[in-house]
Nanobody, 120 residues
Framework: QVQLVESGGGLVQSGGSLTLSCVAS????????MSWHRQAPGQQREVIAT???????HYRDSVKGRFIISRDNAQNTAWLQMNELRPNDTAVYYC??????????????WGQGTQVTVSS
């Protein structure tokens, strides 16, 4: 079994910064893609940043230049540094990992989510 645990959410003023962390643990052989997603109230969950184990990244247009995804493959950990936060960044942020275990290839796992609230 694999668990993802996010941390680092909270309340911040517009223009401020937060860094989210995601730690994967359990029966992990490797993780291909780690990604961050968010879901605002009444909205669908959307992917905002992805990073492969080779270091390739991709960002949603709305966060390009403000958010930075990084990861430590050896520690099965990913971070999302969020700068210049705006009120419309308010959402629950989720970490996702595509994990290879002894039983399965590239299976999707999700964290429990962490709330980010940006006040104006």
């Amino acid at each position: 079994q694999v668990q993802l645990v996010e941390s680092g959410g909270g309340l911040v003023q517009s223009g401020g910064s937060l860094t989210l962390s995601c730690v994967a643990s359990g029966n992990i052989r490797s993780i291909y893609v780690m990604s961050w997603h968010r879901q605002a109230p009444g909205q669908q969950r959307e992917v905002i940043a992805t990073m492969t184990n080779g270091g390739s990244t991709h960002y949603r247009d709305s966060v390009k230049g403000r958010f930075i995804i990084s990861r430590d493959n050896a520690q099965n950990t990913a971070w999302l540094q969020m700068n210049e936060l705006r009120p419309n960044d308010t959402a629950v942020y989720y970490c996702n990992a595509q994990v290879t275990t002894l039983q399965a290839l590239w299976e999707d796992y999700w964290g429990q989510g962490t709330q980010v609230t940006v006040s104006s």
